[in-house]
């Protein structure tokens, strides 16, 4: 029938069936090689080469400007680079992806300003972020079967939000707001979240439990974060890349990082 | 939390009890005050009066559909009784084909209007409009088909807030200029009219606007139950979850600009029965139902009842014409300052409408 196909996709059908999943047969989810961006003739990002291995925990940091935007970017299919290649596992070209296919497939990104729905409860959050079938038609009669309420649940229970479940999350603190992010995340199943500034603007206490969140998230999935406050990376990352000028200026354990000469040069300037 | 199908429906808030409570109440009341009460009595409840009546429920319907989009979805429309009429014109095309013979130049298949423009013919979409499943399957296309093309376009080139609202206007004002045109064989200025009867039903007699009345308040009842259950549903949390953070629920995966193509059409729908069920209560359509100030009056309507609540659209739609009936007869000239008063004075106090002063008075006492 004609007519179907434009009922179709109106509809939305069709839309995120069975995505691919990462191939993570060598342990490594992530390759960036070679990526370059431009914009105007400034390199944002010069010949990045970056791996981050399955179930790995990975503190991005570098000063402002030094492409680690950018960089989420890319991975996420917002910016395409003028050159190099990303593959999610081995078999999975994120260079040719859409942003909707990338996060279908495994990718989830956390933004810097915590965006949640704020006349929907906490657990209605959860609900509407949850992976799965989102065309129009199923969502209108959808019910949460016993395995979604426990999945829910169980984020709640990651986030540490349970006893919050009921409540409108436009009245959360700035803190819990982020961790319901995260658990919102957490509903679509990525393989790789990626996190941006988790901690910025929160109290000490906040910033604590966010960092054994972050810590506890790693190991089922891999974790990338961009952060600028130096304790916390070091409170939580094993594995710290310093990115300077669009490429990696250093890379391994945060003590070794923290006394590389040139990691201290651009830090603290001449 | 696995919510049963009734309480999904409503049931557990007693703003839904107390609406449809009430539609019971005038459903059982308004019959028996016109033809059980003599016409002596005090009690009596004389003809006009129901279908005032019927035609306050015809708006409420109207406000409920714009309150579906505007209160949960964030889409202000300014141009919602374009389907309004366009339903309307759809039965008044049905209404003309059963006057036969008795129009005034008596010709047994055009109508008067057609006659007097020296037309041969019927149009070719006048074609079949006096078979009632026809018409009726009209008055939810022709709505349905106007709202998808133009929310197909408007949505999916992502045109939201002011920009919306103007468009809608420009939409309604079009065919507004349009069916003033005789050419376009809907009767020009002076619409459709004359009407005599409705599947056999006289449209003169009392009994038969006492039915319409009953079959208002079922459209009603009906249209709001399916509101109900849209908005408590998983898609009732996803539009608004659009309306708060459109990026955001785009984000996570959700074809917004399909949600509000369908939540919009479907509103297009509930405006275009409520057009076709207040034309033969009335007795007439024209050309100035597309006026933009009527769709303007619509979402005052919401606005004074309160908007995202489904009920206070239809509270403030029927206070709000009871006012204008009242004041356009005894001060007529202060109609138009005292809409503009009302909606100005609403924003400003009571931005969550009289459902939200009464929410904030019972929170209070408690």
Known sequence: MRGSSIVDRALGRGHRSNPPRPDLSHNIILYLEGITVSFDGFRALNALNLYIEAGELRCIIGPNGAGKTTMMDVITGKTRPDEGS??????????????????????????????????????????????????????????????????????????????????????????QKQWLEIGMLLMQDPQLLLVDEPVAGMTPQETEKTAELLVSLAGQRSVVVVEHDMDFVRSIARTVTVLHEGSVLAEGPIDQVQNDPKVVEVYLGE | MNKSFISRLMLN?????????????????????????????????????????????????LAIAVDLVWGYCGILSLGHTAFFALGGYAMGMYLMRQI???????????????????????????????????????????????????????????????????????????????????????????????????????????????????ITVLALALGYLACRYIVNSRFGRVIEAVRDAESRA????????????????????????????????????????????????????????????????????????????????????????????????????????????LRQLRSKKS
């Open chain 2, 250 to 357: 785009r984000f996570i995966g959700y074809k917004v600009e399909s949600y509000k193509l369908w939540l919009w059409v479907f509103s297009a729908i509930l405006s275009g029965i409520a057009g076709a069920l207040y034309v033969p209560q009335i007795g007439i359509i024209n050309p100035g139902e597309f006026a933009p100030i009527n769709s303007i009056e619509v979402v005052v309507w919401v606005a004074v009842g309160g908007r995202g609540t489904l009920y206070g659209a239809a509270l403030g739609a029927v206070l709000v014409n009871y006012a204008k009936t009242y004041l356009t007869a005894a001060l007529p000239e202060v109609w138009l300052y005292a809409l503009g008063a009302l909606f100005v004075g609403v924003t400003l106090l009571l931005p969550q409408g009289i459902v939200g002063l």
């Open chain 1, 86 to 175: 990303a593959w999610f596992g081995q078999t999975i070209d994120l260079l040719a992806m859409k942003e909707p296919e990338i996060a279908a497939a495994g990718i989830g990104r956390k933004f810097q300003k915590p965006t949640v729905f704020g006349s929907h409860t906490v657990f209605e959050n959860l609900e509407l972020a949850m992976a799965g079938d989102k065309s129009v038609w199923k969502i209108l009669f959808a019910k949460l079967s016993a395995e979604q309420l426990a999945r829910i649940d169980s984020v709640l229970e990651t986030i540490g939000l349970k006893d919050l479940r009921s409540q409108l999350a436009g009245s959360l603190s700035h803190g």
């Open chain 2, 100 to 214: 036969g013979t008795r129009g005034v130049y008596g010709d047994p298949i055009l109508p008067d209007f057609m006659v007097f423009l020296n037309w041969k013919e019927l149009p070719w979409f006048w074609h079949g409009m006096n078979l009632f499943p026809v018409a009726m399957l009209m008055v939810v296309l022709a709505p349905a088909l106007l709202a998808y093309a133009f929310g197909w376009l408007a949505f999916r080139s992502r045109v939201t807030g002011v920009y919306l609202s103007i468009i809608t206007q420009a939409l309604t004002y079009a065919l507004l200029l349009a069916f003033f045109r005789n050419e376009m064989g809907f009767g020009g200025n002076n619409g459709l009219t004359d009407f005599k009867e409705l599947l056999g039903f006289d449209l003169q007699k009392g009994s038969t606007h006492v039915g319409l009345f009953l």
């Open chain 2, 13 to 61: 808030d007693s703003g839904s009890r107390l609406f449809l409570g009430a539609l019971l109440i005038a459903a059982l009341v308004v019959p028996l005050l016109n033809l059980v009460v003599p016409a002596g009595s005090a009690l009596h409840l004389p003809t006009y009066a129901v279908t005032l009546l019927g035609k306050y429920l015809c708006y409420a319907l």
